[in-house]
């Protein structure tokens, strides 16, 4: 189900953890997991599950509480924009419209190259430094002016 | 131990109390739902916050732990204002449905609004919605908009049911109940969720829209399923049950109660209920008047057996046990220990001493479906750190912590378990438990004398409401099983011996059949009516020995009568002496005797021959039998043959002998045994023992192939055969 190398480093991230604590490993294994599939489908998080001996339904609540977990396939690029309150206040829900407009599609929806998703995001902890748009769940991008957008959106055309 | 101050009361309690638990003790209500006594803390309805001195905010009681000096308002202003500003959250989101919620006039949200919410609401926008869900033939999801996110049934299946079949996915505004994507909720103790939802969320798809609370009275009864005698209240309705809930009783059930105890009571009213006398006249069974009924039954009972349901109540076994040689032992195939008992065999503890034992061995047992409130028991044990060692013939998730297990044939049992010894040495509580299937065992007293030579405390998992009450009513009598089955003439009590019996042909070679049964059938000459536990009185004997009466909730239904009544008139006709009674409290005293039920009690058995050898050659069959096909009543609930418990049987192999066979999985199959054959399915468990064959037994579709242990073969079937 999935490789050698993931699982071994889901044996790494269970080792962080009592032999009675494996289903603590829960995080960090969709992590690896998705980083290897791409997004979790019900088998991945069937497998997961079953790796650290705890019920799929658990596995489930997790993936689906988090915003960083894909629980279908997306663009190759994932941007995701937090609407949370203070960055509301501080301009992120104009900046969202810009990437819409700029990209073309609306929340959850993927442009038609297959090249971009855009996403709501919950707090990502940045208040301060509003608009925040996280790249692909890695990469964290504050103070995004509309020719931040641009930019960003050049920059990650250009990588094809 | 602190001593705290609620609502100007002081009370003194044991440190790490929560404050919820010491109002209570205080007799002080604090407004909750997502607390429940036997589930642990999540505090996440906030509906208990209190006033604490010197605390910044309110607190919630089912979280606060109790601390030495503690001041707690639980009605001042600002608790108050806190529980009602929950509520009004609280009801933001819940629909306005009570008229047609089923949990109308039961709901502690419609309660609690009443006291705590306001007469109307300042939210005027659009209410969520979450769909339904379709958790599978028991528990009604269809308006999930109800919930109010308490996390009530996702901890009863983590905590108590030991599978955790649903979860809170999503977050905020968006959360909502689900079981994993695509599947049902599958465990036996499934109904208790519904007792547990404080709202209409979760509701009882069996009694869904057919009464309200208000309008059902409850009578109080006993379960007559397995042997744990779970208490009940009975709701009835106009002369009918409409639903089953538990009685709290700490001792026996606690506050739960099984699948099975809670929706049998569909087959009270079930369409086949035999509601009038009938004789078989040229070979056709034909209505008839009691009278004639039974004439004809007592001519042909001069010299008869008695087939007497382990389900039975204790007057009617000891009426029973008048008429001739009688047994109740009915799926019990070894009874060499007759004779060589010091008594009655019994759970050899209190039920709520299962709790107590820090080392267990359990022999032959499908814990979880025979006994799924003391599976509960044993794995709240287990949760604590007792070790549970299993010795079985088959690998079944028992949703508990194991210490160790082993598998092996049925034949390999007895001389299995001597090796567990040094595992239960040294413990401070440890006993060893036999199952129905060590029971049923053609070597069930072997296992038996095996058992008590661990040389720790022994216990039987009863098998059936009155596998000790049997016993205590004076069966087997005239030599039991053996004997009963030499008679040309058998009466039957509360069994359809095709589908009770170890051996499904028991009853094939009686010339002459009095078939005294609640439902209809094909079996007899005579077929008296007699009724279900909720319409007459008895008693129940539980496996731990605890006497438990109960009265009729409901009247007879059409012609039936209580079968104490039937025998006994059957007695007075056939002029057997200690049957004549006026009343059941007559036939109970005489029964009881004033004698001490707990005093009968022992597991001792003396040493006696070598254990019959079994056959080893060839496949061996392994039987259970399935949690909703155990008795008459049970199969009669069309919700529980929904479920997957309740699935045709299969013929179980492993992978290798499949192989051997030269089969796969999912193909038809023909098995067979000396007696007779059956058309199954081949299916997968790699799990099984070698050369063994899992095929259940109490099914139609297997009652041809013959008794529950022995040799069985399996082969392809062919299109020939099949036709």
Redesign the interface.
């Known amino acids: 189900m999935l490789s050698a190398e993931s699982l071994r480093k889901i044996d790494r991230e269970i080792a962080k953890y009592p032999a009675e604590r494996r289903q603590s490993a829960v995080m960090a294994a969709l992590v690896i997991a998705q980083d290897e599939k791409g997004w979790l489908s019900?088998e991945t998080m069937?497998f997961v599950a079953q790796y650290l001996g705890?019920?799929?339904?658990?596995v489930?609540?997790v993936a689906?509480?988090y915003t960083m977990y894909n629980r279908e396939p997306l663009g190759t690029h994932k941007l995701t924009i937090c609407t949370c309150l203070p960055c509301g206040l501080q301009g992120s829900l104009a900046a969202a419209d810009h990437l819409k407009k700029r990209l073309g599609i609306d929340f959850n929806e993927t442009t038609p190259d297959g090249w971009f998703t855009l996403r709501e995001g919950?707090c990502m902890g940045a208040c301060a430094m509003a608009p925040v748009v996280l790249v692909d769940n890695k990469r964290m991008c504050d103070y995004m002016t509309n020719d931040k957008l641009d930019a960003l959106v050049d920059e990650l055309s250009r990588k094809s | 131990m602190p001593t705290l101050e609620i609502d100007g009361k002081a009370i003194e309690v044991a440190a790490g109390t929560s404050v919820i638990e010491a109002a209570k003790r205080l007799g002080i209500f604090i407004p909750h739902f997502c607390y429940h006594p036997k589930l642990s803390v999540a505090a996440n309805c906030r509906m208990c916050l209190v006033e604490v001195e010197k605390a910044p905010k309110p607190m919630p009681a089912c979280a606060t732990p109790v601390a030495d000096g503690m001041k707690i308002w639980t009605q001042s202003p600002a608790a108050r204002k806190a529980q009602n500003g929950v509520m009004e959250f609280l009801l933001i989101n819940h629909p306005l449905d009570c008229p047609i919620c089923d949990q109308g006039g039961e709901c502690q949200l419609q309660d609690l609004s009443v006291g705590y919410g306001g007469s109307a609401s300042r939210y005027q926008e659009e209410k969520r919605v979450v769909l339904h869900k379709d958790l599978g033939p028991l528990v009604a999801a269809e308006e999930m908009s109800r919930c109010i996110q308490c996390t009530r049934c996702v901890r009863f299946?983590?905590e108590i049911g030991g599978?955790?079949?649903?979860?809170?996915?999503?977050?905020g505004e968006h959360a909502e109940i689900?079981?994993?994507?695509?599947?049902s909720v599958d465990s036996e103790l499934s109904g208790n969720m519904i007792d547990l939802c404080p709202v209409g969320a979760l509701t009882s798809k069996p009694f869904r829209y057919s009464a309200r609370t208000w309008e059902l009275s409850r009578r109080r009864s006993v379960a007559p399923h397995d042997g744990l005698g779970s208490n009940l209240v009975v709701q009835v309705k106009q002369n009918r049950v409409m639903r089953v809930l538990p009685l709290e009783n700490g001792a026996v059930n606690e506050c739960w109660l099984s699948d099975k105890d809670r929706f049998s009571y569909e087959g009270l009213n079930a369409p086949d209920r035999l509601l009038r006398p009938m004789v078989r006249r040229g070979g056709r069974l034909e209505e008839a008047e009691w009278e004639e009924a039974l004439e004809r039954a007592a001519e042909g009972l001069r010299d008869a057996g008695v087939l007497a349901s382990p389900h039975a109540t204790l007057e009617e076994l000891y009426l029973a046990g008048k008429l001739g040689p009688a047994d109740f032992r009915l799926r019990h195939s070894d009874f060499s220990a007759d004779g060589r008992r010091a008594g009655i065999p019994w759970l050899g503890m209190p039920v709520a001493e299962l709790g107590t034992l820090d080392r267990v061995l359990v022999v032959g047992s499908f814990l979880r479906k025979d006994h799924p409130l003391l599976a509960h028991r044993m794995r709240q044990a287990a949760k604590r750190g007792a070790q549970v060692h299993v010795l079985h013939s088959v690998d079944d998730d028992w949703l508990m912590p194991l210490a160790s297990k082993t598998i092996v044939a049925p034949n390999a049992l007895a001389g299995a378990i001597a090796a567990f010894k040094e595992r239960l040495a040294g413990a401070k509580n440890a006993a060893v438990l036999l199952g129905n299937f060590a029971q049923q065992h053609p070597q069930a007293a072997a296992l038996h004398a095996a058992a008590q030579a661990l040389g720790v405390q022994l216990g039987f998992l009863g098998e059936a409401a009155n596998s000790v009450g049997g016993y205590v009513a004076g069966l087997p009598a005239g030599g039991g099983m053996p004997e009963v089955l030499k008679k040309d003439a058998l009466l039957l009590l509360n069994v359809e011996p095709r589908l009770d019996c170890a051996d499904p042909r028991a009853a094939e070679r009686a010339r002459f059949i009095v078939n005294l049964s609640a439902w209809r059938s094909d079996v007899g000459d005579v077929l008296l009516p007699i009724v279900p536990f909720t319409e007459t009185a008895g008693t129940f004997v539980s496996t731990e020995g605890r006497v438990q009466t109960f009265n009729a909730c409901v009247l007879p239904a059409g012609e039936a009568r209580p079968a104490w009544k039937v025998l006994r008139v059957l007695g007075t006709m056939l002029d057997r002496p200690g049957t004549a009674f006026d009343t059941i409290e007559e036939v109970r005293s005489a029964c009881l005797a004033g004698r001490d039920v707990a005093a009968l009690l022992s597991n001792r058995i003396e040493a006696g021959a070598a254990a019959p050898v079994v056959a080893s050659a060839g496949l061996q069959r392994i039987a259970e039998v399935p949690i909703y096909a155990a008795d008459p009543l049970v199969r009669r609930s069309p919700s529980l043959q929904k479920t997957r418990d309740a699935r045709p049987p299969r013929a179980w192999m492993n992978a290798r002998l499949l192989q051997k066979l030269g089969l796969a999985e999912g193909q038809p199959v023909l098995a067979r045994m000396q007696a007779g054959q059956a058309r199954l399915t081949a299916a997968l468990d790699d799990k099984l023992p070698e050369d063994c064959v899992r095929i259940a037994a109490a099914h139609a579709a297997t009652a041809d192939l013959g008794p529950m242990f022995g040799t069985v073969s399996v082969e392809k079937a062919s299109v020939e055969k099949v036709a």
């Open positions: 019900t069937d705890i019920a799929p339904v658990a489930y609540e689906s509480f919950e | 299946g983590e599978v955790m079949e649903l979860g809170m996915i999503n977050r689900v079981s994993f994507i695509g599947r």
